[in-house]
């Protein structure tokens, strides 16, 4: 039998040692797993809080946008999205804001304005140049709802928070019917 006196095989330990040995083994492994657990819990709230102000940037530039929009449309469809867009978008923005602060993430008026696009600027203007702002707004909007829409998806699905699922759910929701409208009255 291995382990016994004189025989080939695993080295023979006492009874105390060899309880003293996974008992120490046991330690190590329940140190590591605790270790593991903490960073991966660690971690994932520090995502979220980034995911967060991320949805809060693009909140800001959809804000900024959409009153553009609301300045410049002349068209029905197109200036129903920008009122739309920018009381749904005020909305959740102030909800994301909120929760961050919450959380102890205090956001500056700078922060918030990061995702602002010189580019969109520039294609809005040009676009009321040739007289055709509304066609150039409607597909900005569009592009950016849906990015904002599927950042929004991810952030959902990667949160364990209930209270940031109910805020992601209504602003995904939200944002879903605005999408859903838009492609039903221009077609």
């Known amino acids: 039998m291995p382990g016994s006196p004189g025989k080939p095989g695993l080295p023979s330990f006492k009874t105390g ?19 593991i657990i903490i960073a991966l819990i660690t971690s994932s709230g520090k995502s979220t809080t980034q995911t967060l ?13 959409s009153a553009i929009g609301v300045k410049n449309t002349r068209g029905s469809d197109a200036k129903s999205l920008a009122v739309t ?58 592009t950016q709802l849906k990015a904002y829409q599927k950042d929004v998806k991810q952030a959902f699905d990667a949160s364990q928070n209930k209270t940031e699922k109910a805020i ?10 605005i999408l ?8």
């Open 17 to 35: 040692k060899r309880q003293y040995l996974l008992l120490g083994l046991g330690a190590i492994i329940l140190i590591m797993l605790l270790f």
């Open 53 to 65: 102000v991320n949805i809060a940037e693009e909140q800001t530039e959809l804000v900024r946008v």
């Open 85 to 142: 867009t920018n009381l749904a978008m005020t909305s959740s923005q102030q909800q994301t804001v909120a929760l961050l602060k919450k959380q102890g993430h205090k956001l500056s008026a700078k922060q918030l304005a990061f995702k602002r696009d010189a580019q969109t600027d520039a294609t809005l203007n040009t676009a009321q140049l040739n007289n055709a702002f509304d066609v150039a707004f409607l597909q900005v909007m569009q």
């Open 168 to 177: 992601l759910a209504s602003s995904y929701n939200g944002i879903n019917t």
């Open 180 to 187: 859903v409208a838009q492609t039903t009255s221009s077609n």
